[in-house]
């Protein structure tokens, strides 16, 4: 343990960051004079950091850039904005007016799934952007505190209703998240057009700075982990007893991200602190969360996400200071297993004799083309039903509450608009972040390479014989790694244009994290890799045997145990 951590980074200088947040005046910043300024279409200074907390990121289009350079024009921007939707849940009915939107206001028309179950519009000019928070506000949503040094959407199993633990688990990630959200009302004022009424915001839970990084939850019914929590901040597992949760083990310390070459940056799998009573979880959930507030590091904002600080002070400090917070003891951990992360597609009778249909989305892509229409597939579907969509944390939609009576119907409409398709385990279970063209920290492409890499995966699966088999395969454009490939069996992570480290060993559940097997290498090049690994595995692997257990056990990659040291060396 080290005591003196909290003096040592306190005497450094704060990032610039910590100051944008001080002078913003509670996320106000100038962005209304922006919204007024018809000469760019970007955010001027600190705003273009502020509108992030407001659920905002200023992009640009990077096939364009160098045209628009050239032609001596600004770069083409515009706003990204990811929707706050805790659990995923959303009414069929209000999904047509994100469909309208998308097709109405943004350049590229399409709705973007995530893998924290909500959704993102790429390219919304900024004389648009009242207009998108105004029709989430019309139809009860919003976009606060989906990005930036907030506690973000909070994930909880995706379910079809399949059982009353899995609706009370999805109340709890709604409470959480209404819980934690920022109180100022810089949202309503800008956004909204709201009077301003108060003149002292307060943020009793965020503080004036808000945390000192991004602050990911989640809410989990085992034995699925399809939210993927080791790779979150604060995580919730439900203890049933009688078939109510009456209580959660905590996890925290999650993320997933490193800077190639900086070996103080590691992923780390979020990790036991403690059960405790349901009526506890809000005073727990301030508790971890102020406490990083306070001792999470402001001056580095590479070390400064709570597995570092958890790091930097010491386990049982931490949990200490949560106890001593939260005037609550953390108990002994209760038995939990997990046992599948992957989404059950398909139909499934819920608890209500209401039905449920899980479609592939491939890169959770909602889009029209000259192959398939699934964006004006899923708006028929939603014209038709008086349910709820769905969206998982792998990218995907389930068509939830589905009565007797409309199921073949939607039935007709998915397979005839191409929802429904013939799709091998290894795709359904890929996954990619967006990186290239809108992402400005791509190094590498992700979402635009993955379907046909996959279908050279498929191809040489076929040839091994093991094209029933499942493989989770994850790639990510930089090492932030949004795609979660440090949770994949195997893993791409980006370096530059058709460069990867290729990273193989985690397994099904998400409990470890995969090592690197070969490091800046081409796809060409990681193709040629697998099928030598998948011809062995389809050889000499023991009777159902999963791939990510194989190259460990047969010594092509070490295990990661301790990801502080194991993950570079
Ligand atoms: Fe992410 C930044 C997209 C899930 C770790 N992520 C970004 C940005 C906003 C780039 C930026 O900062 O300008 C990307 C926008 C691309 C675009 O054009 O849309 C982006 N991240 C995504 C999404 C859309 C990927 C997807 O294909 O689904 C996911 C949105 C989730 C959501 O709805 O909130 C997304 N990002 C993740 C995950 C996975 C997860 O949360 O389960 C991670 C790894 C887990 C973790 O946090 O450790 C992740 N994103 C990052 C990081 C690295 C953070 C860090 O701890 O260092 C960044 C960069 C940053 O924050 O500085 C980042
Ligand atoms: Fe962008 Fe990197 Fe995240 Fe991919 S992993 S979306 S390239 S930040």
Request: charged share 25%.
């Amino acid at each position: 343990m080290k005591k003196n951590c909290k003096i040592i980074v306190s005497e450094k200088k704060l990032t610039d960051a910590e100051r944008i947040k001080k002078n913003s005046n509670y996320l106000r910043g100038t962005i209304v004079d922006d919204l007024k300024n018809e000469i760019t279409n970007g955010f001027s200074g600190d705003n273009f950091s502020l509108i992030r907390f407001h659920g905002m990121y200023q992009q640009d289009d990077r096939d364009l850039r160098i045209e628009r350079h050239e032609q001596k024009l600004e770069p083409r921007y515009a706003m990204m904005l990811r929707c706050r939707l805790p659990g995923g849940v959303i009414k069929a009915k209000k999904w047509l007016k994100l469909d309208y939107f998308a097709s109405k206001y943004t350049l590229y028309g399409t709705i973007r799934l995530t893998n924290r179950q909500t959704f993102q519009f790429h390219g919304i000019f900024k004389k648009n952007l009242k207009n998108v928070h105004k029709m989430l506000h019309n139809i009860g949503l919003d976009s606060l505190a989906t990005a930036n040094d907030v506690n973000r959407n909070v994930l909880c199993t995706s379910n079809p209703m399949e059982s009353l633990v899995h609706q009370e688990a999805y109340e709890w990630a709604r409470k959480i998240s209404n819980f934690l959200l920022p109180h100022t009302k810089a949202y309503a004022e800008i956004w909204l057009d709201q009077k301003k009424i108060v003149t002292t915001d307060k943020e009793p839970i965020l503080g004036q700075t808000y945390l000192p990084r991004k602050f990911k939850t989640t809410v989990v019914v085992p034995p699925y982990n399809d939210v993927d929590l080791y790779a979150n901040d604060m995580n919730f597992i439900a203890i049933v007893q009688n078939n109510k949760i009456i209580g959660f083990n905590v996890l925290i310390g999650g993320g997933l991200s490193f800077i190639h070459g900086n070996k103080n940056t590691w992923p780390f799998l979020a990790i036991e602190i403690g059960y405790i009573s349901i009526e506890n979880t809000l005073s727990i959930a301030e508790a971890i969360v102020t406490t990083q507030r306070d001792w999470g590091n402001r001056t580095d904002r590479a070390n400064a996400k709570t597995r570092y600080t958890i790091q930097n002070i010491g386990l049982d400090v931490f949990k200490k200071e949560i106890e001593k917070r939260s005037n609550v003891n953390l108990e002994p951990i209760r038995n939990y297993s997990f046992t599948n992360r992957g989404d059950r597609f398909g139909w499934i009778k819920d608890i209500n004799n209401y039905w449920s249909l899980t479609l592939f989305i491939q890169n959770g892509r909602i889009y029209d083309d000259n192959n398939k229409s699934l964006k004006s597939g899923l708006s028929k579907i939603a014209n038709i039903h008086d349910g709820n969509f769905r969206i998982t944390s792998n990218q995907n939609i389930i068509i939830s509450e589905v009565s007797e009576r409309n199921k073949s119907k939607i039935e007709k409409i998915a397979l005839s608009y191409g929802l429904i398709d013939k799709i091998s385990n290894v795709r359904k279970n890929s996954m990619a972040c967006v990186s290239f063209p809108t992402c400005p920290l791509a190094m590498a492409e992700a979402e635009r390479m993955l379907s046909f890499f996959i279908t050279q995966l498929e191809n040489i699966m076929l040839k091994y014989g093991v094209e029933e088999e499942t493989i989770i395969v994850r790639v990510s454009g930089c090492p932030n790694g949004c795609g979660r490939s440090l949770l994949a069996e195997i893993g791409l992570i980006g370096k530059s244009i058709d460069r990867y480290n290729l990273y193989i060993g985690g397994n099904r559940i998400g409990n470890r994290i995969p090592k690197i097997y070969k490091e800046n290498i081409t796809q060409k090049e990681i193709l040629i890799n697998l099928k030598y690994l998948i011809k062995t595995w389809s050889n000499k692997r023991k009777a159902q045997e999963d791939f990510g257990d194989f190259v460990i056990r047969k010594n092509f990659v070490k295990e990661i145990v301790n990801p502080i040291h194991d993950f570079w060396n």
